[in-house]
């Protein structure tokens, strides 16, 4: 396995800075904003450096009922290709649920959820990770995730379920040692037991982030400092195998560049550290799958696993019922969450909203979120929530909506042509609109 040494998530914000830090032997950029034939071209220098830059996903949803998106997985396979990575990374969790398998909507999560460690979620995933293996040019490493709720009736801890995946797939693991400890807080998981019992020679690379506590609840923000507690995992990780690779992860709230480089000087201390007190070891090799009957028919198992998701989804973003089993107060931290996110992604990929909108976009954002899941991805879910307001007759002041009304005009794109249903009530709305 390829030595990567340490690096940091490469972000547009920061990138300028990224290029300018001493030490730094690779970057890892998220898969989903990143077109190959269009490539930053701070990547592209980084890369004319020798600096390994690596695709991370978002969005593939292998935890999911349902097999690996085609067009997800050729996407990744391309950023792989154009960026000459030598592994691509995504996680262990679902992204959406709904659709054929339970006869309902299409929900979408906008954020990584926790599959529940049972055996049909297994079965599952590590055909899932098969098909995304057999689509890919490089080897696939699945991240651990952080999450703030459980699920009810679980058979396994984590580390079983990922030594029982990579046993079964011999796929590698992107160990997040701050998931680690948010579900020390959240869940009151051991991370040492869990670092016990997962197959640490399949490693692939580290992640190291920070957050934030909230009423004896940790927040996985990626918009924090690193603390103490995450480099403890770090440094017991590290005590037991030489990881290939370890990287920072930043995604909001960027303090100065030095502040970053002082973070990325704690990580290499604690790794160094803790190699001196280990015993001298080898970079892990990835293990190889053992033999299983690959041809089981995993159909009954997505069934099943469908129908929690989606009844899990739904409680969450559609306001329905909480399934049986699950805290009803922890559930609402996690649906608060989940809005929170989609407004802040919304802010960012239509940054013209919270500027017409100013202080009452969040309030209107969050309001509007609570009776409306996202189905269509971010930019859909900016144009509809756009729309919702203007239907409504908001903002109150004629100006403001004028500007909404405008930026709402341009993007909408022009009167569909087609007799659907869904296009006859696009042309009404633009009607209704154009009116006013």
């Not at 085609?70 to 659709?99: D, K």
Request: a negative charge; hydrophobic letters at 40%; aromatic letters at 4%.
């Amino acid at each position: 396995m390829e030595r990567l040494g340490t690096g940091i998530g490469w972000r547009p914000e920061i990138a300028d800075a990224v290029e300018r830090m001493p030490g730094i032997d690779w970057v890892e950029a998220v898969a989903e904003n990143l077109c190959p034939g269009h490539l930053p071209e701070s990547l592209l220098r980084l890369r004319e450096r020798g600096v390994t830059v690596i695709p991370h996903g978002v969005s593939l949803g292998l935890g999911g009922a349902d097999r690996p998106d085609e067009a997800r997985l050729t996407a990744l396979a391309e950023r792989a290709e154009a960026l000459g990575s030598p592994l691509v990374t995504e996680h262990i969790a679902f992204v959406r649920a709904g659709g054929p398998l339970t006869a309902s909507p299409l929900l979408e999560a906008g954020h990584l959820l926790p599959v529940p460690r049972t055996r049909d979620a297994l079965d599952v995933l590590c055909e899932n990770i098969r098909i995304a293996q057999d689509a890919l040019p490089v080897p696939l490493a699945v991240e651990n995730i952080a999450a703030l709720i459980s699920w009810p009736g679980e058979e396994m801890s984590e580390g079983q379920f990922l030594y029982d995946l990579v046993d079964r797939t011999g796929v590698r693991l992107l160990i997040d040692v701050a998931n680690l400890h948010t579900n020390h807080v959240n869940r009151g998981e051991d991370p040492a037991k869990a670092l016990d019992e997962l197959p640490v020679e399949a490693i692939a690379y580290v992640h190291v982030a920070g957050g934030f506590e909230r009423d004896g609840v940790w927040h996985d923000s990626h918009a924090h400092p690193v603390p103490q507690p995450v480099l403890d995992i770090l440094s017991d990780l590290a005590s037991r195998v030489t990881p290939p690779g370890v990287l920072l992860e930043r995604d909001e709230n960027f303090p100065e560049p030095g502040e970053l480089e002082q973070e990325l000087g704690a990580i290499r201390g604690t790794l160094e550290r803790a190699g001196a007190q280990a015993p001298k070891s080898a970079l892990p090799e990835p293990v190889t799958p053992r033999e299983t009957d690959t041809d089981a028919d995993t159909d009954p198992a997505r069934q099943r696993l469908a129908l929690a998701q989606t009844a899990l989804l739904s409680a969450l973003v559609g306001g329905t019922p909480v399934p049986e089993g699950f805290d009803r107060v922890r559930l609402g931290v996690q649906a608060r969450a989940l809005a929170a996110k989609r407004a802040d992604v919304v802010a960012k990929v239509a940054e013209d909203l919270p500027q017409i909108l100013a202080e009452g976009y969040r309030p209107a954002f969050l309001a509007y979120a609570q009776g409306h899941p996202m189905t269509g991805g971010y930019r859909r879910d900016a144009l509809d929530f756009a729309e919702h307001l203007l239907l409504a007759g908001r903002p109150e002041d004629a100006e403001t909506r004028r500007r909404l009304r405008h930026w709402w005009l341009e993007r909408s794109g022009p009167a569909p042509l087609s007799g659907h249903p869904a296009a006859r009530l696009a042309r009404a709305t633009r009607r209704v609109l154009l009116r006013r």
